[in-house]
C-alpha cells in the first residue's frame, strides 16, 4: 500500500494530470448539414495547450488546425465548398472523431413560440397539421436534415445543448415543427441541395425570453422591464426574461448559417406597442451576436384569433410585424385567410405558411424570380368623400377573393370608424361611406379574427394596416 502510494506521489510531483478527451460541440453530428461556400465555425473541447486538426473530406484545403485554450476550448474555421454531400469531418487530438454522412447545403434557425414548435405528426390532444397521417409517411428525403434543441430556460447564457442531427424521414419528422419542415422541403426542392433545420422552439413565450440581456438593457423601457423581472420573479421561468436566448440560442453561436424563420407574437399581443421595439432588438441582437452580417430572417405575422378578447390589441401586434419590415433583409408572411376555425390560436394550414416562408427566402435569399408578397400598404390619397389606397407587391394587380372586398373601415377626424364599400380600381383601391363625408383614415383587417378577402393575383394575402398614427390601445402597457 505504502509502495502505490509513493508511486502515486511521484506521478503527481511530475505535473500528471487525467487527459480528457477531445469532443466537439454537439451540434457537430454524424448527419449534420455544414452552410455551404462559407467559413464554417467547428468547435470543442480538449485538453489546454493540445493542438486540434479538423479536415473536411470534399477539399484538400478543408483542413485547420488549432491549439486548445488555457480552458480547453478551441474553434477552427473551416472553409466549406459549393453544396454535396456525404462526407466525412475528422477531428484528430488526443483521440480521433470521425463524423460520417456530412451535408454541405443550406442552414436555417427555426424559432418562436408554439406555431413554430408545432409538430407535424398527430399528438394526442393537439389540432392536427392537415393532411398529417400522409405527410408523415411520405417525408423521406435524404437531402434534409432535422436538428431538435433541446427545451431549456437558463439563467445565464450556455456553451452547450443537447441534440443531434437526424437524415428526415417518417419517424425523425413526426415531433419536428410541421412549418419548418414545409419550410425546408420547399427550399430542398426548388434550388435541389441539402437542407438543414435547426429547430429551437418553445410554446407559449414572449420575444423577451429570446433576446439576450446585454441587449435588453440597451432599451431603456425594456431595461426597467429587466430590472423589475429580477426583484419579483412572475412566471414558470423565474426570471421573466432572456432564459431561452441563454439555454435555446447562445448555445447554437456561431453555427454557420444562412437565415433565420421565426413564428411568435401571440404571447405579446398585450404589450404590442412594446413590441415595436422589442421585436426589432431581438433580431439585431441575434445578428450581432452571430456575426454573419444581416442575415435573412423572415418571419409570420399571427393569425386571426377569437380568443383575444375582442378588443383588437392582436391588430396592434400585427402592425408591430408590418413596421419589422422596416429593417433590412426582414420579410413577413401573412396567414389571415389560413384559419378556418377563428377559435384556434393555430391554424392547421401549416404547409401554406411553410411554403410563404419559402417564397420570401427563394425571391429575396436565393434570387429566384417570383411574387413573395401579398400587397403591403404604401400610402394614400384624400379624394373628396373618398380615400384612395396605394400599395407594394401588386403583382399582376389586386383581386378579392369571394365577392365583395371586406374588412375595410372609415373614419374622419372624430376617429370614429364605420364599415366602408371598398372597390379596387386597377391596382389601388377606392374607400368610402355615407357616414363619413370628410374621411381621414382607413383601417384594413384590424379587428383580432378579421379574415379580409384582398389578395394580388398570386393568391398571396394582404396585411392588415391602418393609415392613421391615433394612439393605440396598448401604448401604455409596459412589460
Same mark, same amino acid.
Given at each position: ?24 460541440? &454537439? ?13 464554417? !465555425? ?25 491549439? =486548445? ?23 484528430? +487530438? ?22 413554430? =414548435? ?6 394526442? *390532444?393537439?389540432?392536427? @397539421? ?11 428525403? !435524404? ?7 433541446? #427545451? ?17 424521414? %417518417?419517424? %425523425? ?29 418553445? +410554446? ?7 433576446? %439576450? ?12 422591464? @429587466?430590472?423589475? #423581472?429580477?426583484?419579483? !420573479? ?43 421595439? $422589442? /421585436? ?66 393555430? &391554424? ?7 411554403? #410563404? ?32 389606397? /396605394? /400599395?407594394?407587391?401588386?403583382?399582376? +394587380?389586386?383581386? =378579392? ?17 364605420? !364599415? ?5 380600381? *386597377? ?12 374621411? =381621414?383614415?382607413? #383601417?384594413?383587417?384590424?379587428?383580432? $379574427?378579421?379574415?379580409?378577402?384582398? /389578395? ?24
Amino acid at each position: 500500500m505504502i509502495r502505490w502510494l509513493g508511486l502515486l506521489l511521484v506521478f503527481m510531483s511530475c505535473g500528471w494530470t487525467a487527459r480528457a478527451e477531445t469532443r466537439l460541440h &454537439p451540434l457537430f453530428t454524424d448527419h449534420m448539414v455544414l452552410q455551404q461556400n462559407s467559413k464554417a !465555425p467547428v468547435w470543442g473541447w480538449a485538453n489546454p495547450g493540445e493542438k486540434i486538426t479538423v479536415k473536411g473530406s470534399w477539399s484538400a484545403k478543408a483542413t485547420a488546425s488549432v491549439k =486548445a485554450d488555457e480552458s480547453g476550448k478551441w474553434k477552427v474555421i473551416l472553409p466549406t465548398n459549393k453544396a454535396g454531400g456525404p462526407y466525412k469531418v475528422e477531428v484528430q +487530438g488526443e483521440n480521433l472523431i470521425t463524423l460520417n454522412d456530412v451535408m454541405l447545403g443550406e442552414v436555417w434557425i427555426c424559432s418562436g413560440q408554439s406555431n413554430m =414548435a408545432w409538430p407535424l405528426g398527430i399528438h394526442q *390532444g393537439l389540432t392536427p @397539421v392537415d393532411n398529417a397521417e400522409q405527410e408523415v409517411a411520405n417525408a423521406n428525403h !435524404p437531402n434534409i436534415r432535422l436538428y431538435i434543441v433541446e #427545451r431549456v430556460a437558463k439563467d445565464e447564457p450556455q456553451e452547450t445543448c443537447a441534440g443531434n442531427w437526424q437524415v428526415c424521414d %417518417s419517424k %425523425s419528422v413526426h415531433d419536428f415543427s410541421a412549418v419548418a419542415y414545409f419550410f425546408g422541403r420547399q427550399l430542398n426542392q426548388t434550388l435541389n441541395v441539402p437542407v438543414g433545420l435547426i429547430m429551437t422552439a418553445w +410554446g407559449g413565450t414572449p420575444v423577451e425570453h429570446w433576446t %439576450s440581456e446585454r441587449a435588453l438593457m440597451s432599451h431603456p423601457e425594456l431595461q426597467a422591464g @429587466v430590472m423589475k #423581472r429580477k426583484a419579483q !420573479p412572475t412566471d414558470q421561468f423565474g426570471q421573466k426574461h432572456s432564459v431561452l436566448y441563454n439555454g435555446m440560442i447562445a448555445p447554437l453561436i456561431p453555427y454557420a448559417i444562412r437565415g433565420a424563420i421565426w413564428y411568435q407574437g401571440e404571447s405579446n399581443v398585450g404589450r404590442a406597442y412594446q413590441y415595436r421595439s $422589442a /421585436f426589432p432588438l431581438m433580431i439585431q441582437n441575434w445578428r450581432e451576436d452571430w456575426k454573419q452580417g444581416d442575415f435573412p430572417f423572415y418571419f409570420v405575422q399571427i393569425a386571426p384569433f377569437s380568443g383575444y378578447g375582442g378588443q383588437g390589441l392582436s391588430a396592434e401586434l400585427r402592425e408591430a410585424q408590418l413596421m419589422t419590415l422596416s429593417m433590412k433583409n426582414t420579410g413577413m408572411v401573412v396567414v389571415t385567410d389560413l384559419t378556418p376555425n377563428l377559435g384556434d390560436i393555430h &391554424p392547421s394550414a401549416k404547409q401554406d405558411v411553410g411554403k #410563404r416562408l419559402a417564397l420570401w427566402a427563394l425571391a429575396k435569399t436565393y434570387g429566384k424570380k417570383m411574387t413573395y408578397s401579398g400587397p403591403l400598404y404604401r400610402s394614400m390619397k384624400i379624394e373628396g368623400n373618398k380615400i384612395r389606397l /396605394f /400599395f407594394d407587391h401588386v403583382d399582376g +394587380g389586386l383581386a =378579392a377573393k369571394g365577392g365583395a372586398l371586406t374588412e375595410f373601415q372609415i373614419a374622419g377626424s372624430d376617429q370614429q370608424f364605420h !364599415p366602408a364599400t371598398a372597390v379596387i380600381d *386597377g391596382k389601388t383601391v377606392v374607400v368610402y361611406s355615407e357616414k363619413v363625408p370628410n374621411p =381621414a383614415s382607413v #383601417r384594413f383587417g384590424w379587428g383580432d $379574427a378579421s379574415v379580409p378577402n384582398l /389578395f394580388n393575383q398570386a393568391g398571396l394575402p394582404a396585411s392588415p394596416f391602418r393609415t392613421d398614427q391615433w394612439l393605440g390601445k396598448t401604448i401604455s402597457v409596459k412589460w
